[in-house]
């Protein structure tokens, strides 16, 4: 029987950052043998500015033309470059209605988004982000504007508090170049430096353990930098293991806003939430 590729749902603002974004989804959708659809909503509100019905459909009518051949516009001269086809759709309405109904009817494998400023804008601003994390129980990656995801270029993935990567990680890498070994970085109650806390595990991971404190975030963003990981894979199971602090959500809404590398939030099902 031949394999299923993985569905790759793209949720993006049509602005600067949309290339970038499809960037790091061409490299999402190679190493997992996936297929990419962008997915982008307007609220109805940016387009009408009438009470007028008649004028209020023409307006609508017209914003849809010119939406279609925007979308097309920037995905033809992205798949030229990168030889890839990418699927799109889009809609007018509630961003997050929409966002809910489509991700329901299509059922992506992994979701991709732009991992949002401190301040988030436009069509993914408003607490989307937070939105999707909350609903949708597939995987979802966040890629990050300073450490995206290169086409054709190795990576290398980094698994938090005892992740495991999912099973599409599996071969992850670039045609060719061996896939990395992954490295693992904890959360521990000891007090310990971090260079003493460097080891290799079992399975031949090497693990960097931090000290739970104020300023654990901004020590592993450090050390995973350093480390040029470009991919940080978190479970959403956040139980914890003997002698692991947990982390809880507020520490992971830190540490989206803190590290700059790419986020994986690796998925328990694969559905959507009411």
Known sequence: ??????????????????????????????????????????KPTDVVKTDNQFSALRSMKDEFCETDLQIQDMIHSFS????????????????????NHYLKEQQPDIVLMRKRPAKPFGFLGDGITQFVLDHYKGAVVLVSDKVSLEPNQPFSVGLLNGA??????????????????????????????IEANTKKTNNEREEFVFEQNEDSIKN????????????????????????????????VKKAMSIIEVSMLFKGNQHSITT
């Open 1 to 42: 029987m031949e394999a299923k590729n993985n569905k790759i749902a793209v949720l993006s603002d049509l602005d600067g950052s949309l290339k970038n974004t499809l960037k790091s989804a061409v490299s999402v959708a190679r190493a997992t043998q996936g297929e990419i659809e962008l997915f982008y909503v307007k």
């Open 80 to 99: 030229k470059e990168y030889q890839v086809n990418i699927e799109y759709r889009f809609s007018f309405g509630n961003v997050k209605q929409e966002i």
């Open 164 to 193: 495991e990567p999912p099973a599409f990680l599996n071969g992850w890498g670039v045609q060719g170049e061996p896939t990395r070994p992954f490295k693992t970085f904890r959360f521990m109650d000891k007090s310990k430096s």
């Open 220 to 251: 592993l963003s450090k050390y995973l930098l350093k480390n040029s990981i470009n991919l940080l894979c978190i479970d959403r199971n956040l139980n914890s293991e003997p002698n692991k602090v947990n982390l809880v959500a507020e520490d």
